[in-house]
């Protein structure tokens, strides 16, 4: 699967964890949920990758998708 499209990216708080979520679409256009919580990482040569969180929106639990709500009911 190929990812063609990240449509949206939300931060969620819970509790003391950071929660990345991306919307994503593949070649056919299907969405998915990619859920991290990696915010930085050193590389195999050494360097540090860092994750950029200024297009992350912080998630308005009353006003979001049914499909993102149903994920995060999961993930509780």
Same mark, same amino acid.
């Given at each position: 699967?190929?990812?063609?499209? +990240?449509?949206?990216?939300?931060?969620?708080?819970?509790?003391?964890?950071?929660?990345?979520?991306?919307?994503?679409?593949?070649?056919?256009?299907?969405?998915?949920?990619?859920? +991290?919580?990696?915010?930085?990482?050193?590389? /195999?040569?050494?360097?540090?990758? +860092?994750?950029?969180?200024?297009?992350?929106?912080?998630?308005?639990?009353?006003?979001?998708? /049914?499909?993102?709500?149903?994920?995060?009911?999961?993930?509780?």
């Amino acid at each position: 699967m190929r990812i063609s499209e +990240t449509t949206n990216k939300y931060l969620l708080r819970k509790g003391n964890k950071e929660l990345f979520i991306e919307e994503v679409k593949n070649e056919k256009g299907e969405r998915f949920f990619s859920v +991290t919580m990696i915010r930085r990482s050193k590389t /195999a040569n050494g360097d540090e990758w +860092t994750l950029d969180e200024s297009g992350y929106k912080t998630i308005d639990r009353n006003n979001i998708d /049914a499909d993102l709500k149903k994920l995060l009911q999961s993930l509780e």
